[in-house]
T-cell receptor, first 111, second 114 residues
Framework: QKEVEQDPGPLSVPEGAIVSLNCTYS??????FMWYRQYSRKGPELLMY????GNKEDGRFTAQVDKSSKYISLFIRDSQPSDSATYLC???????????FGKGNQVVVIP | DAGVIQSPRHEVTEMGQEVTLRCKPI?????LFWYRQTMMRGLELLIY????????DSGMPEDRFSAKMPNASFSTLKIQPSEPRDSAVYFC????????????FGNGTRLTVT
């Protein structure tokens, strides 16, 4: 079993819809959770950062962490064409432990 | 800050040739990472440095791959000899910490080996 599972299947939604993305993980030591956004032919950039369990909201973006289920989610409200990108989840146990990345979800928001 | 700078942006080479990828991290960041991204495998960590010292190179696929960081502002990833299966996008990233600090990525080098 991979450390981080993220269904890479592309997701197409109409503008204004809610986008829901998720990752599961197997390492119970993970306590730092991040979402990166990657535009075509660019490097990933940090979108959301969460420590331990709970929710975090930033504008149209909400990140949720459920450590008991080893499950994290990213929600994008009122999606815009500019949200079209690949979204990668990443997590770590902290210290000198490296970040473990999911494979990424390609999201296309159709005007 | 200019961010992480990688060069070249694109590299096309023939099998068997030596390839050198370059990276300038963000000033003040003491961790530097090299990743490889493909559709099939996603982002794979190849190696990372702390204060210019290699800490974990377990992701380097073969002896054909080598990485150096001679100073805090420069790192190279070398492939010699290159093979078609090395074709991928190679990213450099830097951060203030290993597991808890966000990574700042460059825009990558797209390598094509024919």
């Amino acid at each position: 079993q991979k450390e981080v599972e993220q269904d890479p299947g592309p997701l197409s939604v109409p503008e204004g819809a809610i986008v829901s993305l998720n990752c599961t993980y197997s390492n119970s030591a993970f306590q730092y959770f991040m979402w990166y956004r990657q535009y075509s032919r660019k490097g990933p950039e940090l979108l959301m950062y969460t420590y331990s369990s709970g929710n975090k909201e930033d504008g149209r973006f909400t990140a949720q962490v459920d450590k008991s289920s080893k499950y994290i989610s990213l929600f994008i409200r009122d999606s815009q064409p500019s949200d079209s990108a690949t979204y990668l989840c990443a997590m770590s146990a902290g210290g000198n432990n490296r970040l473990a990345f999911g494979k990424g979800n390609q999201v296309v928001v159709i005007p | 800050d200019a961010g992480v700078i990688q060069s070249p942006r694109h590299e096309v080479t023939e099998m068997g040739q030596e390839v050198t990828l370059r990276c300038k991290p963000i000033s003040g960041h003491d961790y530097l990472f090299w990743y490889r991204q493909t559709m099939m495998r996603g982002l794979e960590l190849l190696i990372y440095f702390n204060n210019n010292v290699p800490i974990d190179d377990s992701g380097m696929p073969e002896d054909r791959f080598s990485a150096k960081m001679p100073n805090a502002s420069f790192s190279t990833l070398k492939i010699q000899p290159s093979e078609p299966r090395d074709s991928a996008v190679y990213f450099c990233a830097s951060s203030l910490g290993a597991g808890y600090s966000p990574l700042h990525f460059g825009n990558g080098t797209r390598l094509t080996v024919t």
